[in-house]
């Protein structure tokens, strides 16, 4: 059984990393285990953060964190199971996609940005650091009975972006810094949207789209609704600027999922366009 149609639910945003999960277990089952792959890269520092500051048992989630030196190795120990989720590059990851692998992009993590002069001018160079951003993914033939299990997931990076950015530029240079044992970090842009149409212009930038493929190839691999679920989850809680400034940009489809509460619909701002 698979997770059945896949929704578009595109949210604008400068996000450039993916987080590539598969095989997670379900949310309800308290401290199930399951195992997170990431790269040794400071995009994926919410997965690290998520871990050490509890926010994967918030979730009801056991996490062991499998440190990976490049995404080739990462992505096939998801496919191969020996992992359960990842965070790795972006580019690879949808080029791995384009080669009909059966992964799903469910949350963004980090991508290194450049805020020199010419930096927003050049397109090719924007579109690198895009593609150097972190992926996650789930396999698109995941029992329906494990989607719980990945909106926690999927809540507990919302969570560890929400910890980032309530610290002080100063403190959470800090925290990447001791996440990178000390290596110079660049600048990070985090946002845990996956954000379809992100994805389509890294997609497109890359020359994926084969002819003979359907039109909604890429849409059917980017599970917006699992972080349209999680942040809405979020929101029954007390709402704080971090998650108003996500909810701000995430346009979904009103209770697209059963397990959709319909209060990210009901508060001020949101869309269900």
């Not at 009975?145 to 929400?162: F, V």
């Not at 842009?189 to 084969?210: A, E, K, S």
């Not at 942040?231 to 397990?259: H, W, Y």
Request: aromatic share 6%; net charge neutral; glycine share 10%.
């Amino acid at each position: 059984m698979n997770f059945g149609h896949v929704h578009r639910i595109a949210a604008p945003s400068l996000m450039a990393v993916l987080l590539l999960v598969s095989g997670v277990m379900p949310c309800h089952a308290a401290g199930k285990f399951f195992r997170l792959g990431y790269l040794d890269h400071p995009g994926s520092a919410l997965c690290r953060v998520a871990a050490t500051h509890g926010h994967f048992r918030e979730e009801g989630l056991q996490v062991k964190l499998v440190k990976f030196q490049d995404t080739a190795s990462g992505l096939a120990a998801l496919e191969a199971g020996s992992i359960d989720a990842g965070a790795f590059m972006v580019g690879e990851a949808l080029g791995q996609i384009a080669k009909g692998k059966g992964f799903r992009i469910i949350a963004g993590g980090g991508t290194p940005t450049d805020t020199g002069p010419l930096a927003s001018l050049d397109e090719n160079h924007q579109g690198e650091q895009e593609r150097r951003g972190i992926v996650v993914l789930v396999p698109a033939n995941r029992p329906v009975a494990e989607k719980g299990s990945i909106i926690g997931l999927t809540a507990a990076l919302i969570r560890a972006h929400r910890t980032l950015q309530q610290q002080s530029p100063v403190v959470r240079q800090a925290t990447l810094q001791k996440l990178s044992q000390g290596a110079t970090v660049p600048n990070i842009h985090f946002d845990p949207n996956p954000d379809y149409w992100r994805m389509l212009r890294i997609w497109q930038g890359l020359g994926l789209q084969d002819a003979a493929m359907p039109g909604d190839f890429l849409a059917n691999h980017v599970y917006e609704e699992i972080y349209c679920d999680a942040l809405d989850r979020l929101l029954i809680g007390p709402m704080d600027p971090v998650l108003q400034e996500l909810f701000s940009k995430a346009v979904c489809t009103p209770n697209c999922c059963p397990a959709n509460s319909g209060r990210l619909f009901t508060l001020q701002g949101g869309s269900t366009q």
